[in-house]
């Protein structure tokens, strides 16, 4: 089975422009979550999803980012506008519900890096 | 606030031998504790956890121990492998919370042959 696909794996892009990055979760996982990492904050929560339904995004950072998830199969992640400081990993992750034993399965992440 | 914070950032260990990682929590709520493993370019995967309700939890070569009181918990690796060598990460969550994790800094681990 496919596990978590994230694209894209890599991302340069400058100041101020628009990043989309792509999440297909496991087929049949009811829950979406976007992690950031970064070396100053570790890996981070931004927003989960259950049955396409944002849940959380106490953990977005500021009104550039934004998350939808349109489907059960695909969620994306927008910063608009980038700035330097969005440089970070971005993981994808996603589980059978919300239970809390459920296991969470994580994409390769998207390597962002905003000149 | 760190809710989760794992102290040592990095641990070097002969292969065979056994390796202890450390984790420390704050939030006395949380009830079910897990660890992660990362290799270089590829995400985090599940490798151990535990309930509150338990003090030690085995898999093989992993055991995790949970301290409740001291809000302590403690990955052992017996015997470390070269190919454990690799990030380590523990979360805690609270079950009727959610599934969302709270993850600390990692202890990159590295397993001499």
């Not at chain 1, 959380?56 to 927008?78: H, I, Q, V």
């Not at chain 2, 290799?39 to 509150?52: D, M, N, Q």
């Not at chain 2, 949970?66 to 609270?94: M, T, W």
Request: with cysteine.
């Amino acid at each position: 089975d496919a596990g978590v696909i994230q694209s894209p794996r890599h991302e340069v892009t400058e100041m101020g422009q628009e990043v989309t990055l792509r999440c297909k979760p496991i087929s049949g996982h009811n829950s979406l979550f976007w992690y950031r990492q970064t070396m100053m904050r570790g890996l981070e929560l931004l927003i989960y999803f259950n049955n396409n339904v944002p849940i959380d995004d106490s953990g977005m950072p500021e009104d550039r980012f934004s998350a939808k998830m349109p489907n059960a199969s695909f969620s994306t992640l927008k910063i608009q506008p980038s700035e330097p400081r969005d440089s970070a990993v971005y993981f994808c992750a996603s589980s059978r519900s919300l239970a809390g034993w459920d296991t969470q399965y994580f994409g390769p992440g998207t390597r962002l890096t905003v000149l | 606030d760190q809710q989760v914070k794992q102290n040592s950032p990095s641990l070097s260990v002969q292969e065979g031998r056994i390796s202890i990682l450390n984790c420390d929590y704050t939030n006395s709520m949380f009830d079910y504790f897990l660890w992660y493993k990362k290799y270089p370019a590829e995400g985090p995967t599940f490798l151990i956890s535990i309930s509150s309700i338990k003090d030690k939890n085995e898999d093989g070569r992993f055991t995790v121990f949970l301290n409740k009181s001291a809000k302590h918990l403690s990955l052992h690796i017996v015997p470390s492998q070269p190919g454990d060598s690799a990030v380590y990460f523990c979360a805690a969550s609270l079950k009727a919370a959610g599934n969302k994790l709270t993850f600390g800094g990692g202890t990159r681990v590295l397993v001499k042959p």
